[in-house]
């Protein structure tokens, strides 16, 4: 079993940057893929990013691509989504996610999931 928890999001004015973080327990953590979502008012949730279990490969949206960086930290049970030159747009409750059952893009692929963390990017 896996639990995450997300922090850091917040009010931020656009073209700022924000850092969530992701902290997982349990062991296997280290052997799951994980990924963000974003899920905006009355809005599906939606793919952001995802990370391999070695954390050598990542995939991201094309609306976050260049602005965006998912990364993990094994030693530290940690994912973290760097978010850079934001934009109303991403304003959503962001989610981390783990381990993907198969379609890495799909939110009801991953088993496990947090309670997400507010970004408000205002104008």
């Known amino acids: 079993q896996v639990q995450l928890v997300e922090s850091g999001g917040g009010l931020v004015q656009a073209g700022g940057s924000l850092r969530l973080s992701c902290a997982a327990s349990g062991r296997a953590f280290s052997s799951y893929a994980m990924g963000w979502f974003g899920q905006a008012p009355g809005k599906e949730r939606e793919f952001v990013a995802h990370?391999?279990?070695?954390?050598?490969?990542?995939n991201y949206a094309d609306i976050v691509k260049g602005r965006f960086t998912i990364s993990r930290d094994h030693a530290k049970n940690m994912v973290y989504l760097q978010m850079n030159s934001l934009k109303p747009e991403d304003t959503a409750v962001y989610y981390c996610?783990?381990?993907?059952?198969?379609?890495?893009?799909?939110?009801?692929?991953?088993?496990?999931w947090g309670r997400g963390t507010q970004v408000t990017v205002s104008t």
């Open positions: 996610a783990g381990n993907p059952v198969d379609d890495r893009y799909r939110a009801s692929s991953y088993k496990y």
């Open positions: 990370v391999n279990w070695t954390g050598r490969t990542t």
